[in-house]
């Protein structure tokens, strides 16, 4: 199945692709690859989702914020790509980041949220390399952020 497809099939609505709101591009591309802005938590009703996993947030939360920044991602990859998803080779890293509480140490349960929805997405080609941080802050107060490199074809 083509992304598309899978999207519809899972019956995911992709958010509107936002424009950055500092001094940086959404999108970049060189070469064959296209470099992804970190993409941060937001709802589907277009709210932040704030606070640290580990207090303010469960894993189970953090991974469903973690899926938000995915769906902003491939949101963006869409925008970039002329609304064409065939356009994608493969997602080859995910860079996640988890605003987490010094003893959270489940960063990666959180950002499996973002990897599941990129592998549902893309199938095979969404298999990717991954790193999984945590940090103290994040833009905005915001739990999860999640940037992205794909191949195109």
């Known amino acids: 199945m083509t992304p598309d497809e899978n999207i519809e099939k899972l019956k995911i609505k992709l958010p509107d692709a936002k424009a950055p709101v500092g001094n940086y591009v959404a999108t970049k591309t060189s070469g064959k690859l296209l470099f992804v802005s970190g993409q941060i938590s937001i709802n589907s009703n277009g709210e932040l989702i704030k606070g640290k996993v580990g207090k303010d947030l469960d894993t189970e939360a953090g991974y ?8 902003s991602i491939v949101a963006q990859v869409k925008k970039a790509c002329a609304n064409d998803l065939s356009k994608v080779k493969s ?3 995910l860079t996640g980041f988890v605003n987490s ?3 959270f140490t489940d960063q990666p349960k959180v950002i499996n949220g973002a990897s599941d929805l990129i592998a549902s997405i893309f199938g095979e ?3 990717h390399t991954r790193a999984a941080v945590s ?4 833009p905005l107060g915001v739990s999860v952020e999640v940037d992205a490199i794909f191949e195109l074809k």
């Open 64 to 71: 469903e914020a973690a899926k938000r920044c995915a769906l």
């Open 125 to 127: 080609a969404g298999m």
């Open 101 to 103: 509480t010094d003893g």
């Open 135 to 138: 940090t103290n802050s994040l």
């Open 91 to 93: 997602c080859i890293k």
